[in-house]
């Protein structure tokens, strides 16, 4: 862990999910990783869990709707103004239609309505019927219009017996995303690492996410790629001052100014490429293309026959468009991709580096602890011919792109 989390102080606000528990190893992270923290609970919370074990484990003495009654305290001001950062988690939908609307009626969300703290961050876990009630959508939307930070809930066994969205959030990831938070807070954020906007006037053609390759209307071939790392890659190139054309298998949030494309198979990746490559000056192909794709999919779904009957799949290889690009590039234009490896990666990134012509690759063993597909974290080795590697992480994938994307400067600049 970064130094970013150090005395900073977190206001943990933890709401009655079943998820509550939770809030104890979460407040216990962050005092580990060097943060002050305090907690504020609904009493719905303290029927989850014992005020007197959050307060145990953050040294500090918990706000509870106990302080509330009858006193003329004004605790919930002092706290908010307190707060560097306000982490909601787990945030019920309750409580987020509360806050989204600027309710009062416990201290926890006094608290938080009479903080101006500069992060706001929310973990909402719920039943996934919740989740996907528009109201509550529409609730997120609002709390993300007001600055806050949405850490999606995720895919798992929920309290109710079946697998669903709804699950808080991985721990490790509310942590990144504060650290990352306070980071950008501190430092104004990537903007300010690209304060001069070197790539001003560039424009830069990104790919991200794992392709779909059809079998028949309703299926699909594809793999573990989340697409992070590619998106990310756009958010760093257009703070950078870059004109960015995202060209995504996988849809996410990603800022307004990212001309994004969806793309979902190989062959529609490498249509939205070559066309977005002719005005381009720099080619990022962060996807994890499928290498083969069925020879023809089917009109209709396809059917089960008898139970020992086989089925197979004729597939035929797709089109390389990593290669493609490298194989067509004009002068001046810079082709950097990666190399997913389970082993041997500086070689088979070094084979890549020539076979794809590249100008850089970036290698990672996705079998790396922090490393790979659908993880907030990455590892990278880049590798540029007649260059020693440059090892980076691990660390956010936002802050790899950025060192990425200050390589591909310093390309562009050397050519
Ligand atoms: O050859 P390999 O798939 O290992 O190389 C990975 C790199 O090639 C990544 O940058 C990926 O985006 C790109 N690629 C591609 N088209 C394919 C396969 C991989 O652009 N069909």
Redesign the pocket.
Known sequence: MSGALAEKNILLAVTGGIAAYKAAELSRQYVKAGANVKVVMTQTAESFIPAKTLGILSKQAVLTDGDRDGSASVEHVAWGRWADAIVLAPATANTLAKVANGLADNVLTETLLASNAAVKIMAPAMNDQMWHNPATQRNLQTLQGDGWTMIEPATGFLAEGYEAKGRLAQLETIILTTEQALFDGQTDGQRDAFDNQPLKGRRVVV?AGG?KEPIDPVRFLTNRSSGKMGYALAEAALAAGAEVTLIAATKRDCSKAIHLVLAPS?KE??TAVEEAMTDADAFI???????FALAKPFDKKVKKTSPDAHFTLDLV?????????GQNKKSGQVV??????TNDLLQ?AER?LK??Q?DM??ANDVLAPAAGFDKDTNQVTLIQANQVPIEIGPKSKSAIAADIIHQLVTILDGQ
């Open positions: 790919t392709t190989a990746m490498l192909g962060a996807a994890a293309v499928s290498d290889q797709n089109p390389d468009i990593l290669k493609t690009v950097i991709g990666f190399a997913a490896e088979n890549k076979s794809k590249a690759i970036v």
